[in-house]
């Protein structure tokens, strides 16, 4: 992908400081982007989050903004003066078509801006369990949020490895496609449901892959990242 050289999204999932300071250090020649979340933001804010990019990788700041197109304006202005400013911020598709269009009036071209579809820890009986009829699934919803984001002028989507090859099909190989839910072949899936390996994820045709635990959590975090590195390489 040409935007990010490296597909691969660290996600530093901690709320200490220090353990992200050094996940960062020593992942950040071997991964395309930090991720930063609620869990690390809520808990150190905008000066751990510079202290986390001063290590040099671009920063996906994914806060899932998910509120009325008013407030989620005004919290994008606030994430806006982050510095250094990050290079990908998300919102939810499922906040609404206006939601997303005054999203991305916000951003005005100085980030990109992507929308979550349907979370990956989300399997078809948990929609319907939420309250979706039953002939919706995820790749249906799935598909169906990512057209609204492209409606509204978003740049991608956040999407399962699964619905990567439709979505790529139907909205066009330029629409962002950044997939969580990616497991090495060996690694447990916790609480992911919508999983592939990160060859699989790269073959369908995902830009960007957001690998947490299976990187964060191997005894040698470098290595692992490493080691999916080419994996991906050899999925071309
Ligand atoms: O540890 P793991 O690889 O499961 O981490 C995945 C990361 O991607 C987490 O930070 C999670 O918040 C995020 N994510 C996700 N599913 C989405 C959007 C983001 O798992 N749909």
Known sequence: MARFANPIAAALDTSDLAQALKLAQSLKNDVGLFKLGMEFFFANGATGYAAVARHGAPIF??????????????????????EPRPAIVNVHASGGQDM?????????????LIAVTVLTSLADEDLK?????????????????????KAAGLDGVVCSALDVATI?????????????????????????????????????????????????????????????????????
Do not use: W
């Open 61 to 82: 700041l994914d806060l899932k903004l998910h509120d009325i197109p008013n407030t989620v304006v005004q919290a994008l202005n606030s994430l806006m003066m982050l």
């Open 100 to 112: 997303m269009e005054a999203a991305k009036a916000a951003i005005a071209g100085r980030t990109l």
């Open 129 to 149: 369990s939420i309250g979706f009829s039953e002939t919706i699934d995820c790749s249906g919803h799935s598909l169906a949020l990512a057209r609204l984001a």
């Open 168 to 236: 790529k099909r139907e909205l066009g190989a330029d629409f962002l496609t950044v997939v969580p839910g990616v497991r090495p072949r060996a690694a447990s899936t916790g609480d992911q449901k919508r999983v592939a390996t990160p060859y699989e994820a790269r073959r369908a045709g995902a830009d960007i892959l957001v690998i947490g635990r299976p990187i964060t959590r191997a005894p040698d975090p470098r290595a692992a990242a490493r080691t999916i590195a080419k994996e991906i390489a050899d999925a071309g």
